[in-house]
DNA sequence: TTTAGCACTCTACAACTATGAGTGCTAATT
DNA sequence: AATTAGCACTCATAGTTGTAGAGTGCTAAA
């Protein structure tokens, strides 16, 4: 996997890698040699590029056309040649601002976020929220909306509310379903979303509870509400892939645009990006997110005050400004978790 | 305005604008007398498509090709040629269905919706969800999230759930937030929101209240609850346009992807749309949305329980399968009316 | 009033031809 | 041994030309 290469060859690599992702154009042996300040001749750019190229780290479109970068050499350049640019002040600022002005709620803060990655690195922002389940229980309440339904409000210590609506089988009157919930606000009390997943299982088997009809109730209801779907993903600034030469294509792009149309399946893939600490980057292939379209995703985490984690990043063409963005999706990371964390 | 037409015109128009609709190429006099069953010879059909043109309701891209229909005549087509096919009775079941099984919550209902406005047309489903503003209060709860944070909860008559983050300038214990609950509760039940609205700024006027700190408080807050953003809109489908023949320029594309992106921008021409009752169509130009991008506009207003408005409808390019997608619409709007009243 | 006929226009398509950017190889140079 | 100049070769791109065909407008006949 690890390419040994010499300093030259690198240095050669850099500068094509650079010079592609700059004009999305081939680039060829003289261009190397005029524009980056080589004392080379082109004739030896060419034979280290024709290396390059054995190892798998070029290719050429067809014969006279200059040389594109393969995945691999993405790779390589992330890994160990991209020189990272500065998070300058104007920019950390912006970040700053736009999360503070977007709201007090954890949504308007994440989709605002969402935003101005897209704005600040011109490719796709998206964020997705922390999971409600791992978050600690803080209230529920069971409202009477009408005949046989009941809205369930169930809400975290991050702030983020969930509700759903509930048939019953019979009609509750609102003072039962006040009841219900203060048994069940005090049995809850602490516990995390999961937590309160296993104990409403454990107390639906209980003794005590069978022969308590309300009580069996509220916890059959409680139950349907903690299960459902919870998170949410911010998508922003989709149309600004049009832009990128390599989706004038318009093929290509409805690869992309309907992979984003199903956010739940967006979702499952991004989940996987959740395991590791620190900017994670895809280039290509390795993407979860659409595997043929030649686009990279850059991500990290974040944590909120109670410890649940989410992911924000950036999606853009494989051909992206990696040393513009990866420093961007690490500072806002780092920033959103203080943000959260203090407020 | 209006077109004065001989019958053999208006055969002759409806033939081009529906072959035109159905091949995306320009018409010629021949296709059309062959291919409509016409007595008339292509060199007649050449004579009334010139009147026609003369008209404004044709023009030729060129000399040599058929002829397109311009928007007076997509105009005319649907005030008076069009003939609207039946929804099928599949269609009127997969619409129930999804409906159905979307879940409960009024968000649930409304987002499948818009989903399956885009899979009967092939083109963008778009719902507004009824302005909460004139929806009848139901509850509004107060919590205690974190120093000097509440989380305002406000549930309409209608199941729809608003909450938002609010500060405070001193910290306010939970048990005072109940009672500030309770008293706001049985103040504002059975008025809309709007009312809401206006009530809260009368009492905080009254004398009472000036000198109930915790009273006057609780106004501040909840003032700060019931003005928030409210309406939803879902967008579904937005990677079917780029099937459309007429949208594989990209520019034209960029145009309708920058309009969806900021959806308040989009919510607010909407608006628009929601004066008139019945089935609403606007054709190029006309459209609130993009007026450059050669799109069409279909929509109808339904209503819930609470008499409050929605929108929902259709927008696919002017060449639009009018005959097909206006049943539709208008199917769709009576069934989510009387779904969201007899639920 | 309708239609056949015809000259005319213009596009789309294919075949062909530079042009030039870029390569790989070889032999000369350092 | 490494570097470079030189050169033949390849191939995409743009421009040119020619042709086929679709469609038109006009005129004169039915």
């Given at each position: 996997m690890d390419v040994e290469l010499s300093p030259r060859s690198r240095q050669i690599l850099e500068a094509i890698v650079e010079d592609y992702i700059a004009t999305a154009e081939p680039v060829g042996s003289s261009t190397v040699a005029r524009r980056h300040?080589?004392?080379?001749s082109a004739a030896t750019v060419r034979n280290v590029m024709a290396n390059l190229e054995e190892m798998g780290l070029l290719t050429s479109p067809h014969t006279s056309a200059g040389r594109i970068p393969t995945e691999k050499a993405y790779r390589f350049y992330v890994d160990s040649l991209v020189a990272l640019r500065q998070v300058t002040r104007e920019e950390k600022q912006m970040i700053i601002r736009r999360c503070r002005q977007a709201g007090a709620g954890l949504s308007d803060i994440l989709k605002e976020t969402s935003r101005t990655l897209s704005s600040l690195s011109n490719y796709i922002g998206i964020v997705v929220a922390p999971s409600f389940i791992s978050d600690v229980f803080r209230h529920i309440e069971f409202l009477h909306l009408g005949t046989r339904r009941v809205l369930a409000i169930l809400v975290s210590s991050n702030g983020s509310v969930q509700n759903r609506l509930v048939e019953t089988e019979e009609d509750i009157p609102q003072e039962d379903l006040v009841r219900m919930g203060n048994y069940l606000n005090d049995l809850m009390q602490g516990l995390t979303i999961s937590q309160v997943r296993e104990r409403i299982l454990k107390e639906m088997q209980s003794e005590k509870v069978q022969y308590d009809h309300l009580m069996s109730r509220a916890l059959r209801i409680s139950q349907q509400a903690v299960t459902m779907e919870d998170e949410e993903i911010f998508v922003e600034g989709q149309a600004r892939i049009l832009d990128q030469p390599e989706f004038s294509d318009v093929r290509r792009m409805q690869d992309i645009f309907r992979a984003f149309e199903q956010k739940g399946h967006l979702l499952q893939l991004l989940n996987?990006?959740?395991?590791?600490?620190?900017v994670q980057i895809y280039i290509g292939s390795e993407t979860p997110v659409s595997r043929s379209a030649g686009v990279s995703l850059i991500t990290s985490r974040f944590v909120t005050s109670s410890n649940t984690v989410g992911l924000l990043g950036i999606i853009g063409p494989t051909r992206m400004g990696y040393s513009n963005v990866i420093p961007i999706v690490d500072y806002t990371a780092r920033l959103v978790s203080r943000l959260l964390n203090d407020a």
């Open positions: 300040a080589m004392t080379l996987r990006c959740m395991t590791a600490e620190g």
